[in-house]
């Protein structure tokens, strides 16, 4: 009876210590006021899922939601740039053209 109830006790504390352990590594829970933000932000961008479609609501409605803004793409050069880096630093094997 003793021997049992040892370990009974010894897997109980392995049990709690081996959550808490777990719990510890995960992120940061957000706040409520954050959660609200977030939901807000969605609601006024149109950033939420419509029905079983799948679709966001500024994807079906675009012009009932503010646009999103264009990000300047690199251009020729900035690539042609990053290419030859790429290719002189052997993270991309150079091409041979044939």
């Given amino acids: ?3 049992t109830y040892a370990s009974i006790l010894a897997l109980t504390l392995t049990a709690f ?13 957000k706040t409520r006021e954050q959660v609200k933000a977030e939901l807000a932000e969605a609601i006024r961008t ?5 029905g079983e479609s799948g679709q966001k609501l500024n994807e079906l409605f675009p012009h009932q939601y503010p646009a999103k ?4 793409g690199k251009t020729r050069d900035q ?4 290419l030859a880096e790429a290719v002189r630093s052997g993270q991309l094997p150079a091409h041979s053209g044939s």
């Fill in 69 to 72: 803004p264009v990000v300047q």
């Fill in 79 to 82: 690539v042609k740039a990053e």
């Fill in 46 to 50: 149109g950033d939420i899922s419509y």
């Fill in 17 to 29: 210590s081996a959550g808490s352990a777990l719990a510890s590594d995960a992120a940061a829970p």
């Fill in 1 to 3: 009876m003793n021997r």
